[in-house]
């Protein structure tokens, strides 16, 4: 990050201010008052824009004093205060807007990527660039955002970029795990803490997910045992249905074979009884009854043609007798004779005349006679014909019930053979339903052996995914585990502290013969205690004097920055506020010349100081003053 350039409006004791560092270069001093805004300018608003916390706030567990938030606002207007910031990372420029009681905007904060290359424009092009916003959602999002894109946090920052008292606890003061944390927090380590923490969550979760996924495995299997006995039961069912069915068609083939013959006849016996049937239909006996009954109507009844027959017989019998016996009186009788009435004797013409009148009177019974004899014959021949007509109405009727009783009996045997018909096709049908149901069955039963082998084999496949995959997981996580060691503090962090403690004693070296003259040398040994080793004097930090105790303070202050400086050299600016309490001409002069040497490597280093002597050494000078109580620049 390379800092461009920077504005304040109500912040601390300036009412407005402005500065570019792009033309700065080399050593430069800030001169003032206390209390004229020196730190407030180059220390404290800097890190305010960027991170919303000064340098008077908490550092490491320790404050200068007590400290609000609204504390940055200028207390003459108490509100609308702004500090905004340009800066570059690589060649793209952007700014941030950071606000505190402010009218329009309150206590928000705003990243902008400006459109233009920042290498190639003027101030005041930054100032009045275009600017695309890409803050975030909220104002924590926006300042994670921040420093996403700077690649330093708060503290590695203050560290970098700003020196001075009070900025850190002094780390000759902090106990062995304050001192790991100051390290770990100036490397950036807390990257690999991340790291190592990602990487645990995802070993934990990849062991979760091995142990999920071996339960479901291990119920996969289980459900395979499951299936396997249901499959075997299956096969077993499939094994009866088979007998079953086999035994059944065995034992009811030859029996539907019989009824089926059974049938056969029926349907025979069936087509002659219907012959039958019409054959007796075709006979027409009510028809011959209705003649008979007919001619019957046509002559007298036969008891009056009976009794008139008896009567002509008997008058017949009784005309022939009397007849016979007046020929026999005629036959007998002679002139002479007594007479059979009177008995007189007859004459000739008496017996002539009694012959004449018995003569006559036969006559007359003949004719009669023959009368009665036709009425006799004729009463004969109706009364014949009446007992032949009778006699086939009788017949008729015979046969006609005959006919009807066949008929009966022929119905009753159609109607039967029916029944029978019908009751063996039943069985027939019940046989074959039966067949088909346990031919059904067995399909089932085979279908569910089919099924459940599928099933099977679907479980067995799902078992060997669920195999490989707790396969991956596995190493997923053991490579989880390995980076969760790597980047834990006996892996790569404890490589980089060995290199970095190496680094920070070379420095100290370094720093130790620059501001001591050689008088001094002090080590930071593996467990992170500090060796101190003062010529003709103190061997321990604790015994050495206050002014000694500072020097070393400074000297590892010195190099803490270096360390950190070392992994964020794209910084064009430094900051060193009031170094030089603890030093002589000497080492003010040793410590001017580390500076120098470092300048080069940086556009602008500001040594904010009080020190006259140190004013003197250097060309840059920049005076800040109070003026109506408002900080500005000179």
Not at 150 to 158: E, M
Not at 537 to 564: C, E, F, H, N, P
Request: charged share 30%; proline share 1%; hydrophobic share 35%.
């Amino acid at each position: 990050m390379r800092i461009l350039h920077l504005s304040l409006n109500n912040f601390f004791s300036f009412k407005s201010a402005e500065f570019d560092f792009r033309d700065k270069s080399d050593l430069i001093f800030v001169s003032g008052l206390n209390g004229a805004g020196k730190s407030a300018l180059f220390v404290e608003a800097i890190p305010w824009a960027i991170y919303g916390n000064t340098i008077r706030e908490k550092v490491y567990g320790s404050t200068s004093r007590e400290f609000s938030k609204d504390d940055v606002v200028n207390e003459s207007e108490g509100k609308d205060c702004c500090v905004s910031i340009g800066f570059s990372v690589g060649t793209t420029p952007y700014s941030i807007f950071r606000y505190r009681n402010h009218s329009e905007y309150g206590n928000r904060v705003f990243l902008y990527e400006e459109l233009f290359d920042a290498n190639e424009c003027s101030y005041d092009n930054v100032i009045h660039g275009f600017l695309k916003d890409i803050s975030g959602e909220s104002t924590k999002e926006t300042n994670q955002k921040i420093i996403d894109l700077i690649g330093l946090n708060y503290s590695a920052y203050c560290n970098a970029v700003v020196f001075g008292q009070g900025t850190i606890k002094r780390f000759t003061q902090c106990t062995d795990a304050e001192r790991r944390n100051i390290l770990e927090d100036f490397l950036q380590l807390e990257i690999y803490t991340t790291a190592r923490e990602i990487a645990k969550k995802d070993w934990k979760r990849l062991i979760e997910t091995v142990s999920e996924l071996t339960s479901e495995r291990d119920i996969c299997n289980a459900r395979i045992s499951e299936i396997q006995s249901q499959c075997t039961w299956a096969k077993g069912k499939v094994k009866d249905a088979q007998n079953e069915l086999t035994n059944y068609d065995f034992s009811v083939k030859a029996d539907l074979k019989i009824k089926t013959s059974r049938l056969v006849r029926i349907k025979n016996e069936l087509q002659e009884i219907s012959k039958a049937l019409e054959d007796l239909d075709s006979v027409d006996v009510d028809d011959a009854l209705q003649q008979i009954q007919e001619q019957q109507k046509e002559l007298q009844p036969l008891d009056e043609a009976e009794d008139l027959r008896t009567e002509s017989y008997y008058a017949l019998a009784s005309l022939n007798k009397s007849i016979h016996e007046w020929e026999e009186v005629q036959n007998r009788f002679s002139v002479g004779d007594d007479c059979p009435s009177c008995f007189r004797k007859l004459t000739k013409p008496a017996f002539t005349k009694y012959v004449d009148f018995l003569s006559t009177k036969i006559s007359a019974a003949r004719i009669k006679r023959g009368e009665i004899e036709e009425i006799f014959e004729e009463a004969a021949a109706i009364v014949k014909l009446l007992r032949e007509l009778h006699d086939q109405e009788v017949k008729m009727t015979q046969t006609r019930q005959e006919l009807d009783h066949k008929r009966e009996r022929e119905e009753a045997s159609r109607k039967s053979l029916l029944e029978e018909s019908k009751r063996i096709k039943a069985e027939i049908s019940k046989a074959e339903d039966r067949s088909d149901g346990l031919a059904m069955n067995l399909e089932k039963a085979e279908e569910e052996v089919k099924k459940l082998t599928r099933l099977t084999g679907f479980l067995e496949n799902v078992e060997r995914v669920k195999n490989d995959r707790i396969e991956e997981v596995r190493k997923e996580a053991d490579a989880a585990k390995f980076w969760m060691d790597g980047f834990s503090n006996k892996g790569v962090k404890d490589l980089i502290f060995a290199q970095s403690l190496g680094y920070l004693n070379d420095k100290l070296t370094r720093y130790a013969a620059a501001i001591s003259g050689g008088t001094i040398s002090v080590q930071i040994h593996r467990d992170l205690s500090v060796g101190v080793d003062i010529t003709e004097g103190a061997k321990r930090y604790q015994t050495a004097s206050g002014g000694q105790a500072r020097r070393i303070d400074l000297m590892i202050g010195l190099a803490l920055q270096s360390l950190v400086e070392a992994g964020w050299q794209d910084v064009n600016v430094k900051f060193i506020d009031e170094f030089d309490a603890s030093l002589d001409k000497a080492g003010v002069d040793g410590f001017l010349q580390l500076l120098r040497e470092e300048s080069k490597q940086k556009s602008a280093i500001f040594i904010i100081s009080h020190n006259d002597y140190l004013a003197k050494q250097l060309d840059q000078v920049i005076n800040v003053e109070l003026v109506n109580g408002q900080s500005q620049i000179i």
